[in-house]
Each structure stands twice: as structure tokens, then as C-alpha cells.
């Protein structure tokens, strides 16, 4: 399933993972914003950062799908 898609190796967070942290949005003002966001409620990037990219990639991701397909 791809909410069970491993995002970050090194702190074990997923593609739900990073969708429940930014469950709280209703909007999103800057990408980068919503990554410190992340960051802080799943640990994602604070290993050895590979996954810095790919969070970006995933918010970006969620950031730009409708509001009903956000979660699915």
C-alpha cells in the first residue's frame, strides 16, 4: 500500500506518516513551512538527511492533490 511507503529510512517514517502530520493544514503557505512542520512531528530528516528530497517530493505532492484526495 503507499501510505506504507518508507519515506525515512533512518527514523522509520512513511508516505501516512507525513500525511497525519500535515492533517492539521487546511492550506499550505510554503513547502518548506510544511517540512518544518514534518520534521518535528515525525523526526523525517533529522538522521542522516537522504530522505530530504523525497519529503520535499511527498509534501509537494500532497500539497498540490485536491482536498478530497488527500489521505487516500
Known amino acids: 500500500m503507499r501510505e506504507n511507503f518508507t519515506v525515512c529510512h533512518c527514523k522509520k517514517v512513511t508516505l501516512g506518516d507525513i500525511e497525519d502530520a500535515l492533517h492539521a493544514h487546511d492550506h499550505f503557505d510554503s513547502v518548506l513551512a510544511a517540512f518544518e512542520d514534518v520534521k518535528n512531528v515525525t523526526g523525517c530528516s533529522t538522521g542522516c538527511g537522504g ?4 519529503v520535499l517530493d511527498v509534501i509537494s505532492e500532497l500539497m498540490m492533490a485536491p482536498p478530497t484526495t488527500r489521505g487516500e
Open 51 to 54: 530522505c530530504y528530497d523525497s
